[in-house]
């Protein structure tokens, strides 16, 4: 539906803030559910966070929750990702992505089969 970029990302040390968007080469990104995602070198893609279209309802992985922040802003057709207190363990390739159509729900939002459209991804790097 759309082609998706990621940006913001960069090298930070440890506790500190990167906010990350995505945007959308059309403007069909506000029609659909949004999810992020990463990948460490060597591991397999893990769920990071989700929004539903609407921004009414968010998903978040244990491992980011209370640090990690999803939001979307309709008029700019961006997805953000507000990251803080930053750990070593966060460095990773994250990557925006589309919901293929289905809502989301508790039984589908971390999967990665879920989510049809993915970005090229951004580096974050996390210095101890």
């Known amino acids: 539906q759309a082609q998706l970029v990621e940006s913001g990302g960069g090298s930070v040390q440890a506790g500190d803030s990167l906010t990350l968007s995505c945007s959308a080469s059309e403007r069909t990104i506000i029609l659909y559910s949004m999810g992020w995602f990463r990948q460490a070198p060597g591991k397999g893609r893990e769920f990071v966070a989700a929004?539903?279209?609407?921004?009414?309802?968010?998903y978040y992985a244990d491992s980011v929750k209370g640090r990690f922040t999803i939001s979307r802003e309709h008029a700019k057709n961006t997805v953000e990702l507000q990251m803080n207190s930053l750990k070593p363990e966060d460095t990773a390739v994250y990557y925006c992505a589309q919901n293929r159509g289905a809502p989301l729900s508790t039984y589908n939002y971390y999967a990665a089969g879920t989510y049809g459209y993915w970005g090229q991804g951004t580096q974050v790097t996390v210095s101890s």
């Open positions: 929004i539903d279209w609407s921004g009414g309802t968010t």
